[in-house]
């Protein structure tokens, strides 16, 4: 298995399509994603334009969605809720499904919804996607990260590195880092596994949640490692289900 790692969509190599992509953004829409699906959300409906959701979602019985929408980090007017795991609890998903945009995440999803398998990671749920590739043996695997607007994020390279390690550390032999970008990120993982929470809340996104309000929660939710077994897989370009 070759691995590379894209810090933002805009990186994503032109005209190419991998055997397996992996989207990440810690925070915080690839985590929402783990625990909603894992809370019991029938489907998570991806968009990168607000108005092609609104007008995909209200062809849904009303009864049977939510919208799930941010923007710099702000839950969207109108929405039933903003980008956060700690509000996805099952009473309000079960059985629902969720049409989502956000900054960055679902940007990253866009540009890689042709790749032959398509995946979502956060720390909570690394080990149930590893397991995956290290059963599937994709040839190419793309990490794709989100970032802040087309800028590097620290803590979406933290856990490309968090997968990689992992990924080494039970096949050494047939997986191989394709580039820097990739070397980098395990040597972040190496530096702060120790204190994931501590890393989220040191990197930009971090200190810009901060700065809105008290986000505790959603930072111990992003943080945790290898605590949920769900595997987000697209099974229709933008639908993301439990796999």
């Known amino acids: 298995m070759k691995l590379s790692y894209f810090h933002v969509a805009g990186d994503v190599l032109d005209g190419l399509i991998p055997d397996a992509a992996v989207v990440i ?108 590739l290290l059963c599937d043996q994709p040839e190419n695997i793309w990490i794709v990260g989100s970032g802040w607007e087309g800028s590097y994020s620290l803590e979406d390279s933290l856990a490309a590195g968090a997968l990689a390690s992992v990924l080494l550390d039970n096949d050494e032999d047939t997986v191989h880092i394709a580039n820097d970008e990739l070397i980098s990120a395990l040597a972040l993982w190496d530096k702060w596994k120790g204190d994931r929470e501590g890393c989220l809340r040191k990197a930009s996104h971090g200190q810009r949640l901060v700065g809105l309000g008290n986000h505790d929660d959603d930072f111990r939710f992003c943080s945790e490692l290898d605590i949920l077994e769900i595997l987000p897989c697209q099974e229709e370009i933008g639908v993301l289900r439990a796999g």
């Not at 980090?73 to 049409?99: H, I, Q």
């Open 25 to 132: 953004d810690v925070l915080r829409a690839t985590t929402t994603i783990a625990w909603a699906l894992n809370n019991g959300a029938e489907a998570v409906q991806t968009f990168a334009d607000i108005d092609e959701l609104k007008e995909r979602a209200f062809q849904w019985p009303e009864s049977a969605r939510l919208l799930l929408g941010e923007r710099g980090g702000k839950r969207l007017e109108g929405f039933d809720l903003g980008n956060s795991p700690v509000a996805v609890v099952p009473e309000l998903v079960t059985g629902k499904r969720l049409f989502m945009s956000t900054t960055n995440g679902t940007r990253s999803l866009h540009r890689v919804r042709n790749a032959s398998c398509l995946y979502t990671m956060a720390l909570p749920n690394r080990m149930a996607v590893a397991k995956k």
